[in-house]
């Protein structure tokens, strides 16, 4: 990725959790609003018994807040995640855990939100945070579960690895899960909690690693799925992992790292991967990880470790330094993905994955460009095909023509163009690819970066800024993503036992991608024309 692009995701980032984020605003931290609460019985799960709540109909269980490993505070800060710590009686799991620690927004950012998307709802972005934070949620079916278990569905929340929370209105698991999974999501340490990397951190582990807390922290929560979801009625052999933007790049990463091996079956990946030689984001290299280690110890003054894990967790999350990318530690991720993948040692047995139609827009928002400067914006990304590429439009005479083609570039090189990587490679593989270009407007998040999300996750507010056609395509995407957790086919029949748009494979279509928009058909990549140009 260039120095430039680079610079313009790090200068956004802020806008981009304004605007775009999959985890910025907050469902309330009681799952079901509800003041009366029916209880469901009790599960033995590692480390006790626990009992969650039913929705208002009684269709849905929730457990929600379940531990699935040892608070990562103290001594712990920066280490391994740790085994359950086993709990008396029966732990009432009937709320939200609070999420990672990570800067809160100000009051301003949360009206800008709102009045940008038009919100019908008052949403805020400061809930409660700890650093205690390893807890994960299962919306299940109440009804008894069919023969072989329930298939079952992990989310793992975006948030640029920064920020973000496993309990949230957009990705939502009870309507998902009244169409027969089980849904879970997951938390996982953020930001400088999360990627810290230090030489001495790496000397403390016996596995040698750093640099790679949150990812281990999912590789944790899969653990517990493959040893608990049983006890809810799901099936452990039929496990899909997904995510969307970091989120997205954390699948990517999960199926490459040896340590997941067994737990999952299938990948949905939204807007992002790091399977690329030289990734865009969510990925460095160890020097540049232990570097920046370094200048945060040096930023709070801290000699070594032992001061650093004295500092109070509310003022080492106001670091100046954006631990926002996981790097290759020699255990979670023993060389990059894009090694990994090159040598068939990835998990997934089938991929669903795929982009937006305006995945840039919120990471160029404050970039310059205008016609005199756009080929030298592009250069870094185009190198020595910047002019080839920008002779194929002639004379560029707006302001408005030169950021349109900027964006193409900038979604291309730090969104598109990694899907097309991740799945030409699965391809090859033998494996089933489905790919997706979602390019449905709205009048609130549109076809921005995250836009897909309320659709695929059946979590579409009633509010005026959606029409009747939003919620048909709700439920074609939506089905899709169900039909593919089920059986690793999104084809078939929608919930309502309706006849799906036949989705081919990359492998069928002959490179063709689904088109999620006012139709639902293969057609090319739209960003197509601009990879040739590309040199990783």
């Not at 169409?179 to 001495?200: C, H, P, Q």
């Not at 929560?221 to 039929?238: Q, R, T």
């Amino acid at each position: 990725m260039s120095k430039s692009l680079i610079k313009s995701v790090v200068s956004s980032f802020f806008l981009i959790i304004l605007l775009f984020s999959c985890a910025s605003t907050i469902k309330q931290t009681n799952p079901t609003g509800q003041k009366v609460q029916l209880r469901t019985d009790v599960v033995n799960v590692t480390g006790g018994e626990l009992r969650g709540i039913y929705t208002q109909d009684g269709n849905i269980e929730i457990y929600a807040g379940v531990p699935f490993a040892a608070p990562p505070v103290g001594e712990l800060r920066w280490k391994e995640p740790q085994d359950i710590i086993p709990w008396d009686g029966i732990l009432e799991a009937d709320h939200f855990a609070p999420m990672a620690m990570q800067k809160k927004k100000s009051a301003l950012y949360n009206f800008l939100f709102q009045l940008y998307t038009h919100s019908q709802k008052d949403r805020t972005f400061n809930g409660p945070q700890s650093e205690d934070c390893l807890y994960l949620n299962v919306w299940k079916p109440s009804e008894k579960a069919p023969e072989g278990g329930w298939p079952v569905l992990v989310y793992i929340h975006g948030g640029s690895l920064m920020s973000g929370q496993s309990w949230y209105e957009k990705y939502d698991g009870e309507n998902l899960a009244r169409n027969g999974i089980i849904f879970v999501s997951i938390a996982y340490r953020t930001g400088v909690f999360g990627y810290l990397a230090d030489k001495e951190l790496a000397a403390e582990s016996e596995h040698g690693t750093t640099g790679n807390y949150g990812l281990l922290d999912q590789i944790k929560a899969l653990e517990w799925v493959h040893n608990n979801i049983a006890a809810f009625g799901g099936n452990a052999d039929n496990v899909t992992i997904a995510g969307e933007s970091a989120g997205s790049s954390s699948v990517n990463a999960l199926c490459a790292s040896p340590l997941t091996k067994g737990y999952f079956r299938r990948a949905i990946g939204e807007s992002s991967s790091v399977i690329q030689k030289t990734p865009p984001h969510t990925f460095r290299k160890m020097e540049a990880a232990l570097k920046m280690g370094d200048d945060i110890k040096a930023e709070f003054n801290c000699k070594n470790i032992e001061e650093l894990r004295a500092v109070p967790a509310e003022k080492l999350i106001k670091t100046k330094y954006a631990n926002n990318s996981m790097c290759v530690d020699g255990y979670a991720l023993p060389q990059t993905p894009f090694e990994i993948y090159q040598k068939g040692e990835n998990h997934e047995e089938a991929l669903l994955n795929g982009f937006n139609k305006q995945e840039a827009f919120g990471f160029t928002y404050f970039t310059k460009v205008n016609k005199d400067n756009l080929a030298s914006l592009l250069e870094p990304s185009l190198k020595d095909n910047t002019d080839d590429f920008l002779s194929q439009y002639g004379e560029i005479k707006t302001k408005k023509q030169a950021r349109e083609i900027y964006n193409e570039v900038f979604s291309a090189v730090c969104f598109t163009y990694p899907h097309e990587c991740w799945s030409n490679t699965v391809k090859v593989q033998g494996k089933p690819v489905y790919e997706y270009y979602f390019s449905r407007e709205n009048k609130e998040f549109g076809t921005y970066h995250s836009g897909e999300i309320i659709y695929a996750y059946k979590n579409i507010p009633h509010t005026k800024n959606y029409e009747a056609y939003d919620y048909e395509l709700e439920e074609i995407m939506s089905s899709y993503w169900l039909n593919f957790v089920k059986t690793g086919n999104p084809n078939g029949l929608d919930t309502n036992g309706n006849p799906l748009p036949v989705w081919e494979t990359k492998a069928e279509s002959n490179g063709l991608l689904m088109e999620l928009g006012d139709t639902c058909t293969m057609v090319e990549d739209p960003f197509g024309y601009i990879y040739n140009y590309l040199e990783d």
